[in-house]
């Protein structure tokens, strides 16, 4: 499925209470998603009136009248909104949020991007809560599918930049209910118990990087979902912000594999969020690191002005906190960004700043917080290699930076080669950097060259579940039939990538 990017604004929401008709208008996000749904107004209050029978929730009786009312712009109350985000989600296949439908949860309403949300505790959890539990109920259902749209622009950087903001004061401790009751108190976590919360984080960010984002991401959600569930109990102040840690972990984690199996508005909310949770927890390292997935995202989908906002946004936020190791990489995916937007000279100098830092590095990785540790000396050879890489298609393929990016390029390939003879081996990354190379090879001529590394690339493709990794490749060897079909190693290399991937179809030549 193809992803739309709409620059959206600050949308508002009807105002009035729930069922209330002061001030109401036409609930135009809610009936926009019922006349694409196809179904009737009585078939929505069927299938309303039967869900919420599956819940418990025997007092809810809807029909015609009062769906219309819905669209008129009337607030239902809760648990019609989850059931309404639930139904709607399972016929789109996709995430569709209580607040994509114009509706108010117990908390103060996002605006309709889902990115410019409240930067409050009480309300971070519950949006997680709810967007956790929302996707996996559709994992289980079997649907993987994107969000017709995404926020881009000033609509996703100017709220980022309130991560900054000093927390506004007076707020409650723990989320509220409708009626303003706190929710359950339970026990309070041991530090045995926290400290086996943060260690899943650590497991999972290894099974991804071996395996990559589809095999092991439904365990990651429901992790976050089960966290967010101990936020709602009463927790002391430090076991608090070591659970918001390990929510922004979680968070940033479930985000990164969504966009890696490519449902990207998913997880452009996941990051939005995980960036929330990371503001709770007063750790700005751990922020900077998600915005840099965010930009990595950006360049991604084509917006390098975008990712460059927010690689800035945290350089500055986390300038006297990170550790050298951090600055590197912030420095490199700034490189990433300058190259894409075909800027040569910032390229090379973030890149020479991406190594200094990287220099000042301890081997032993001390000071530095795992979910950094990934970022070596293959990783850093890699994000420069393909910067130069970037550079050469934005000008032209120009053969002097595809020189340049070569030997970045072979560092990162012969490092990346010795660790997956481990077990622990970052498979999906050195799958990435066989296909980079393969295309610093197009960009010398080189088709026999490129064939040779992208046929060593195909086990690793089949062994991860990566759909980034799958994309990329299918790419390379399109442009590579395309321009060299003819070489008998090419031809080969098409067949192959067919055989091995049923849906692949090459270019006629």
């Keep these: 499925m193809a992803i739309q990017i709409e620059i959206r604004g600050n949308g508002g929401l009807p105002v009035g209470g729930n069922g209330g008709s002061a001030d109401k208008r036409p609930n135009e996000q809610l009936g926009s998603w019922f006349v694409r749904s196809g179904w009737s ?83 971070t959890v519950s949006l997680l809560s709810e967007f956790s539990r929302s996707d996996l109920m559709l994992a289980r259902r079997g649907f993987l599918g994107t969000s017709l749209a995404l926020a881009a622009g000033p609509a996703l950087v100017e709220p980022m930049q309130r991560w900054l903001a000093p927390t506004p004061a007076g707020q409650p401790p723990l989320p509220q209910q409708a009626d303003g009751e706190r929710l359950r108190r339970g026990t309070r976590l041991s530090r045995p118990e926290l400290e086996l919360l943060e260690a899943t984080a650590v497991m999972f960010r290894q099974w991804d990087a071996q395996c990559g984002g589809g095999l092991r991401r439904k365990a990651v959600v429901g992790q976050l979902h089960e966290v967010t569930d101990l936020l709602q109990e009463a927790q002391g102040g430090p076991a608090a912000k070591r659970l918001f840690t390990v929510a922004a972990e979680l968070a940033e984690l479930a985000g990164w594999m969504s966009y890696d199996i490519g449902m990207q508005p998913t997880a452009q909310k996941y990051f939005v969020l995980a960036l929330h949770a990371a503001k709770e927890a007063g750790d700005r390292p751990l922020g900077s690191y998600i915005l840099s997935s965010m930009s990595r995202q950006m360049i991604h989908l084509g917006r390098p002005d975008d990712a460059l906002e927010l690689i800035h946004l945290a350089q500055y936020g986390s300038r006297e906190s990170s550790t050298a190791r951090t600055q590197a990489m912030l420095h490199a995916m700034e490189a990433r960004a300058y190259a894409n937007m075909g800027q040569p000279n910032k390229c090379h100098r973030a890149v020479r700043m991406a190594e200094d830092a990287f220099s000042d590095c301890d081997p032993r990785h001390d000071g530095d917080p795992d979910w950094i540790r990934f970022f070596s000396e293959a990783e850093l050879n890699a994000e420069n290699a393909h910067s130069f890489r970037d550079l050469a298609y934005v000008a032209g393929r120009s053969p002097t930076y595809a020189n340049l990016a070569t030997p970045y390029m072979e560092r990162a390939v012969e490092l990346f080669r010795a660790e997956s003879e481990h077990q622990d081996g970052h498979h999906r990354s050195y799958a990435l950097n066989l296909i980079g190379m393969a295309t610093v090879h197009l960009l010398h001529k080189e088709p026999e060259e490129c064939a040779a590394v992208a046929q060593e690339a195909l086990p690793l493709a089949k062994r991860v579940r990566s759909e980034r990794v799958n994309n990329r490749l299918r790419k390379t060897v399109d442009t590579a039939v395309r321009d060299y079909g003819d070489v008998p190693a090419v031809a080969h290399l098409g067949e192959a990538l067919a055989e091995q991937m049923p849906d692949y179809v090459p270019e006629a030549v």
């Design 41 to 123: 107004k009585g078939e929505l209050a069927r299938q309303v009136n039967r869900r919420a029978r599956q819940l418990g929730a025997h007092h809810v009786s809807t029909d015609t009248s009062r769906v219309r009312r819905w669209l008129d712009g009337e607030q239902p109350r809760e648990p019609i909104p989850r059931i309404l985000s639930e139904l709607f989600s399972e016929r789109f296949g996709c995430v569709v949020g209580v607040e994509d439908l114009g509706l108010r949860p117990a908390h103060p309403s996002p605006s309709a991007s889902g990115v410019d949300l409240p930067w409050a505790g009480p309300q």
